[in-house]
């Protein structure tokens, strides 16, 4: 009698596990006792015997409600987002515009693997108002990718923040440790901390070619991570095919 009173004991318990999970964790008869603590524009509802947040929940725990949230799976309470296209910056892929005045794709056209030569060449501008203070802190990111369809040349290169100089003008000077891949940001005056012109060079790449208009550039800080940071991004067309490679110049 007591042997199998003690085996129901775990059965029981299973039985009850099972019951727990199938119920409503939130089971209510009033809105009152409904209110999750997440301040949403909606107000939690009791349907049914089960609590509906108003805004959807907060699914990734920043306060700000789903149906609200301009990033709803990613983190960022301060909900910004510089273009106002309603996608935060920590989740849109385009932030701001940059303005490409010229670029320059060379492939490589060396049979020595020691001795590449394919170039990529970029000279643009843009503003930085109603952002943080631009700056190399958190290093630099930038792509480049070409055709109007799905890219045939797409590279990335990046610079840390120790890859990078800042001289008492406020000039960014950017330099992987082998040299290959070099940035400069340059203030332009009159709009201090405001808009800044950059030129790149990278070289000794060995990209095949042939490339196609147009050439997308994004240049991402603030983190240099693709998404995530403020990705500007600029469309050059105006291309014309040389020798070895692609130039294309503001119309
Ligand atoms: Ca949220
Ligand atoms: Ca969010
Ligand atoms: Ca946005
Ligand atoms: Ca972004």
């Given at each position: 009698?007591?042997?199998?009173?003690?085996?129901?004991?775990?059965?029981?318990?299973?039985?009850?596990?099972?019951?727990?999970?199938?119920?409503?964790?939130?089971?209510?008869?009033?809105?009152?006792?409904?209110?999750?603590?997440?301040?949403?524009?909606?107000?939690?509802?009791?349907?049914?015997?089960?609590?509906?947040?108003?805004?959807?929940?907060?699914?990734?725990?920043?306060?700000?409600?789903?149906?609200?949230?301009?990033?709803?799976?990613?983190?960022?309470?301060?909900?910004?987002?510089?273009?106002?296209?309603?996608?935060?910056?920590?989740?849109?892929?385009?932030?701001?515009?940059?303005?490409?005045?010229?670029?320059?794709?060379?492939?490589?056209?060396?049979?020595?693997?020691?001795?590449?030569?394919?170039?990529?060449?970029?000279?643009?501008?843009?503003?930085?108002?109603?952002?943080?203070?631009?700056?190399?802190?958190?290093?630099?990111?930038?792509?480049?990718?070409?055709?109007?369809?799905?890219s045939l040349l797409d590279a990335t290169f990046s610079w840390t923040s120790a890859d990078c100089r800042t001289n008492s003008s406020g000039v960014i000077k950017c330099k992987s440790p082998d040299k290959r891949v070099q940035a400069v940001f340059n203030p332009?005056?009159?709009?201090?901390?405001?808009?800044?012109?950059?030129?790149?060079?990278?070289?000794?790449?060995?990209?095949?070619?042939?490339?196609?208009?147009?050439?997308?550039?994004?240049?991402?800080?603030?983190?240099?991570?693709?998404?995530?940071?403020?990705?500007?991004?600029?469309?050059?067309?105006?291309?014309?095919?040389?020798?070895?490679?692609?130039?294309?110049?503001?119309?």
């Amino acid at each position: 009698m007591t042997r199998s009173f003690r085996g129901l004991i775990p059965t029981l318990a299973a039985v009850a596990a099972v019951l727990a999970v199938a119920s409503p964790v939130s089971a209510c008869v009033s809105d009152a006792e409904c209110d999750d603590g997440v301040a949403c524009t909606l107000i939690d509802t009791c349907q049914a015997g089960v609590c509906i947040p108003g805004g959807g929940g907060d699914a990734d725990g920043d306060g700000i409600c789903d149906a609200e949230d301009d990033c709803p799976a990613v983190a960022n309470p301060e909900q910004a987002d510089l273009d106002g296209d309603a996608a935060g910056d920590v989740c849109d892929a385009d932030d701001r515009e940059l303005n490409l005045v010229v670029v320059k794709v060379m492939r490589n056209v060396s049979n020595t693997p020691s001795k590449q030569n394919g170039r990529i060449f970029l000279k643009g501008d843009f503003l930085t108002i109603d952002e943080e203070p631009f700056g190399a802190a958190s290093g630099f990111l930038v792509r480049i990718q070409d055709g109007p369809g799905a890219s045939l040349l797409d590279a990335t290169f990046s610079w840390t923040s120790a890859d990078c100089r800042t001289n008492s003008s406020g000039v960014i000077k950017c330099k992987s440790p082998d040299k290959r891949v070099q940035a400069v940001f340059n203030p332009i005056k009159g709009f201090p901390g405001a808009a800044y012109r950059f030129i790149m060079k990278m070289s000794r790449l060995g990209l095949p070619g042939p490339f196609a208009e147009p050439v997308r550039v994004t240049i991402v800080n603030q983190p240099a991570t693709l998404v995530q940071g403020i990705d500007r991004v600029g469309v050059i067309l105006d291309c014309r095919q040389v020798n070895s490679g692609i130039v294309c110049r503001e119309g």
